[in-house]
């Protein structure tokens, strides 16, 4: 019985059958060990809203590839946004850098395309966009909108500034000559600077046409104009009619500047036109001062050098002036008025570059030296307007370069015709020195005896007698001409009187020869006349 | 006490039943292999629990149904498909899986352990209750596999492409790797040893 006993006892040894559950164990270890393993990062992107965000079911990819899963939407602790915690994929390590972007992912209706119409079936997802910084990032806040661009798409990202909105927004296109080249990403309004600011990107290889002189102007909508020709209307594609767009290029007669860094502010103008008045981007202030009158000088009149418009006038800095004065203690109005003048050397044919700015100082300054001035010359007569000269004049009293607030000076000459304005003006102070007043008074006297005479010749004219003057007048007159008209040359008193005239002259006639031989022979009346022989013809030999 | 097989030192053959000599460690009839009691009972019935108390714990906490609707898939575990169905206010079908799903499963696991435990020591609860706990154990046992078809069924009817599709998770493997394992278990116990060790007391006293 022992035996049969030890037998069964030899049951009691390891059963085969443990390897089932030791398999279990490893297998489950296994699976714990490789769930920690690739047990991605946990996450947190916080949003403004909630909107198509679901717990345990929003995902988050990335190029289509699911990276994880939002786990749990909850509110900020100031309740002023959602934070989504998201469980990625370990594969997602290496893609949350600093500057990784999230956005949720929509149907969206965009001016130029339809987007995101797969989320209309399967609910809105979370994008991401690697950035390129720092890996290592676990709190990332979500974009508003998607970007309109990709984060590591070649191209260059410009900032547009202008001082109002206009009717570009963002998703519009970014034309070169009317060729499509890019998009306006963003537009945000700044309190700060009160300036509207516009990121825009242009895709590659069209970034290459951006340099330092190009300049942006907004070209939505048409642009009508009427004129000689007839009606003229200038549109951008079809697109810019609609929703807007943003040009730009060189404007002609400008050179082309320096290669641009990315995130470089622009200004967007209005217009093309308003380019065309001022293409140039580059340029320097100057002051100058003058004691004349500065009557028919106004912001924007040409500041020339030689006859060539070399900048303009930017404004007459009178309250600058008068602080000035104030300060420097001088008292009165006879302090010169100084005007801020605006010098662009592209205007002098200088590549239109903050390099040439350098150049154009230093010849101002050797032309200083040389003599150089500016003087205020009348551009119109009959308006009277008025513009800044730049010469040289050799024969000037030396003077250098000065400083007025942050501004250089260009010194001043008053002209020859400033000159013979202010000798006119001294003689006509003369004049106004003379007592004219006086004689005025007398003249005025004079005048009324003058008008008190003129009266009482009215009077006499007046009288009856007077005006019955005429006719007797006239009665006379009529005698006369009878008296005249019975002289007339057909009448017998006219032929006797011309009878007795010829006769009359007659006998003048032998009186004439009688005074005659009276005067060469006195006693020619009493005694007899001596004759003298006839002379007689005689033949020369 | 009438004696019985054992006492007599007589095994049954386990494929044809006879009943012969222990000793002859063969079956006379079958010449299948001869044993007193079942081989390494214990033992073996206690590995297999223990594999199905591993089992237990990704059966429950994977989902065991991945349903992929429209883009988005979703996977529910076996106690999330209870709270959902409840929400849907379909509490008896809550009440079903969650008896033979989630209570079953658990409840055979303890009964199998509570019962290899007490097969050599003192039990205050009878050897006779203790054959009706297996006996129900053995029966419910396979009732217990409705979840694992319901996910069968469901995966091999919805099939609509993209539009929803049901696909079985981890869970419904370890599932029914679960309850197959637990039913070995219960089939590797044998209940003789219940009544053996009220035998071996009579004998004692």
Redesign the interface.
């Known amino acids: 019985m022992t035996a ?1 006993q030890a037998e ?1 006892t030899q ?2 040894k ?2 085969g ?2 390897i ?2 030791i ?3 490893v297998l ?1 270890i296994y ?1 714990v060990v490789d769930n920690l393993m690739n047990e991605g990062p946990e996450i947190e992107i916080s949003f403004a809203t909630a909107n198509g965000l679901e717990q ?2 929003t ?1 988050i990819k990335y190029r289509d590839v699911d990276m994880g899963l939002v786990q749990e939407v909850r509110l900020n602790d100031k309740f002023d946004g959602v934070i989504a915690t998201a469980k990625l994929d370990r594969q997602a390590l290496s893609l949350l850098r600093e500057d990784t972007r999230f956005w949720v992912v929509t149907a969206r209706i965009g001016v130029d395309n339809i987007s995101g119409l ?1 989320t209309l ?3 809105a997802y979370i994008q991401m966009a690697p950035g390129s910084g720092e890996t290592g990032y676990h709190h990332f806040k979500a974009l508003d909108r998607p970007p309109q661009t990709p984060a590591d798409a070649p191209g260059l990202r410009l900032i547009l500034r202008t001082d109002r909105a206009s009717s570009v927004s963002a998703g519009d296109a970014v034309l070169y000559k009317g060729f499509k080249v890019g998009r306006v990403e963003s537009m945000t309004f700044r309190p700060s600077d009160k300036l509207v600011h516009y990121e825009i990107f242009i895709d590659a290889p069209y970034h290459e046409l951006v340099n330092g002189a190009v300049r942006f102007w907004d070209s939505s909508g048409i642009s009508m104009s009427a004129g000689a020709n007839g009606f003229k209307i200038e549109t951008g594609s079809m697109e810019t009619i609609l929703f807007g767009g943003v040009s730009f290029g060189v404007p002609e007669g400008v050179k082309d500047g320096d290669s641009v860094a990315a995130n470089t502010a622009f200004t967007l103008y209005s217009s093309y036109a308003e380019i065309l008045e001022n293409p140039f981007k580059y340029g320097t202030y100057y002051v100058v001062s003058f004691s004349q009158s500065v009557k028919g000088l106004s912001p924007g009149a040409p500041v020339e050098f030689r006859g060539i418009q070399i900048g303009q006038v930017e404004r007459i800095m009178l309250k600058e002036g008068q602080a000035m004065n104030m300060t420097k203690g001088v008292k009165g109005s006879g302090a010169p008025i100084p005007i801020l003048i605006y010098i662009e050397p592209g205007r002098m044919e200088l590549p239109d570059t903050e390099s040439s700015i350098k150049l154009l100082k230093q010849a101002v300054t050797r032309g200083i030296e040389g003599g150089m001035r500016a003087s205020m010359e009348d551009g119109n007569i009959l308006t009277g307007a008025k513009y800044i000269s730049v010469d040289f004049f050799p024969d000037a009293k030396p003077a250098s370069e000065g400083v007025f607030l942050e501004y250089a000076t260009i010194p001043t000459i008053e002209t020859q015709l400033a000159q013979i304005v202010q000798n006119v003006g001294s003689i006509l102070d003369t004049i106004n020195a003379l007592p004219l007043a006086d004689t005025v008074a007398e003249a005025n006297t004079a005048l009324g005896s003058l008008n008190k005479s003129l009266q009482s010749l009215e009077t006499i004219m007046e009288n009856q007698s007077t005006q019955q003057l005429p006719v007797q007048l006239d009665k006379t007159l009529q005698g006369l001409r009878d008296a005249i008209s019975s002289l007339s040359p057909n009448s017998e008193a006219y032929q006797s009187l011309n009878s007795s005239l010829l006769s009359l002259n007659r006998t003048l006639g032998n009186l004439e020869s009688f005074t005659r031989t009276l005067s060469e022979q006195p006693n020619a009346a009493v005694l007899p006349s001596k004759q003298t022989p006839d002379p007689i013809p005689e033949v020369s030999n | 006490m009438t004696a019985t097989a054992a006492s007599r030192h007589l095994a049954s053959c386990r494929i044809c039943y006879k009943l012969a000599d222990a000793n002859l460690h063969k079956c006379p009839r079958c010449k299948a292999a001869l044993h007193l009691r079942k081989l390494d009972s214990i033992q073996r019935t206690l590995a297999l629990l223990i594999t199905s108390c591993l089992l237990y714990i990704p059966a429950n906490l994977y989902p065991i149904m991945i349903t992929d609707q429209l883009g988005t898939s979703e996977g529910s575990t076996i106690l999330g498909g209870v709270i959902i169905l409840i929400h849907h206010d379909a509490v008896p079908i809550a009440l079903v899986i969650f008896l033979f799903s989630v209570l079953v499963p658990l409840g055979k696991l303890m009964t199998l352990f509570y019962l290899v435990w007490t097969v050599k020591r003192h039990s205050p609860v009878s050897p006779r209750q203790r054959t009706v706990m297996y006996q129900i154990t053995e029966f419910i046992g396979k009732w217990s596999m409705v979840d694992v078809f319901v996910v069968a069924i469901l995966v091999a009817l919805v099939h609509l492409g993209g539009v929803l599709s049901i696909r079985p998770g981890v869970a419904a493997l370890c599932f029914a790797g679960l309850v197959v394992i637990t039913m070995i278990a219960a089939e590797r116990f044998d209940p003789r040893l219940i009544w053996d060790e009220m035998e071996e007391k009579d004998r004692d006293s």
């Open positions: 049969e069964i049951g009691r390891f059963s059958i443990w089932i559950p398999l279990a164990l489950g699976m345990g079911k995902k797969d079936l399967s609910g």
